[in-house]
């Protein structure tokens, strides 16, 4: 090998790193592109959660011990993902219940309990992982506003029975 070989060798191994070196730092901006939407995404959720798990125990630690269908530190596996599309159900249930027992004992009439808006959000939210691009996101929708009508009518009963 003559020096000209070698030197053009050279360059071409520089020009491979170079090329090595764009490919890695796209592989690293997107890997930090997709660690901050998993964060954002995350805390996107995780806080509306708390405040609603926050509601839920106030509204289940509002009723009587006796007329209570779930421990008010129950609610908080919600914070489990996945499984909170199967706990909702329970949430829900046991909360409506608790609130029309509580009113039941306290001589109070109500409107309804919730559990029929409360049922569809249960109902919705798990339909929502269904992988099927536009309909999930639709059902999605219905999902959020289905839960803040619900979530809106249990702090309301619990006001409307036990005051502020």
Same mark, same amino acid.
């Given at each position: 090998? +003559? ?9 071409h191994?520089?020009q ?15 890997? /930090? ?11 996107? !959720?995780?806080?509306p ?8 125990? =106030?509204? #289940? ?7 209570r269908k #779930? ?10 993902? #996945? ?6 159900f ?10 029309e ?6 001589? =109070?009439?109500? +409107? /309804?309990? /919730? !559990? /029929?808006?409360?049922l ?18 639709l ?10 009508? !619900?979530?809106?009518?249990a ?10």
């Amino acid at each position: 090998m +003559d020096l000209t070989s070698l030197t053009s060798l050279s360059l071409h191994a520089q020009q491979a790193a170079l090329a090595m070196s764009e490919e890695e730092a796209m592989a690293g901006a997107l890997a /930090g592109v997709l660690v901050i939407g998993i964060v954002v995404g995350l805390a996107v !959720w995780l806080i509306p959660t708390i405040f609603y798990c926050l509601s839920m125990s =106030k509204c #289940l630690r509002s009723v009587p011990e006796g007329q209570r269908k #779930l421990s008010p530190g129950l609610v908080w596996l919600l914070l489990i993902p #996945l499984f909170n599309l199967v706990w909702n159900f329970f949430v829900v249930a046991r909360v409506s219940g608790s609130l029309e027992a509580g009113a039941k004992s306290a001589g =109070k009439a109500i +409107d /309804g309990n /919730g !559990w /029929g808006v409360g049922l569809t959000f249960c109902i919705l939210s798990a339909c929502s992982i269904l992988p099927i691009p536009l309909i999930n996101f639709l059902v999605a929708v219905g999902a959020l506003v289905c839960w803040i009508i !619900w979530w809106i009518k249990a702090v309301g009963l619990r006001k409307h029975i036990y005051g502020a």
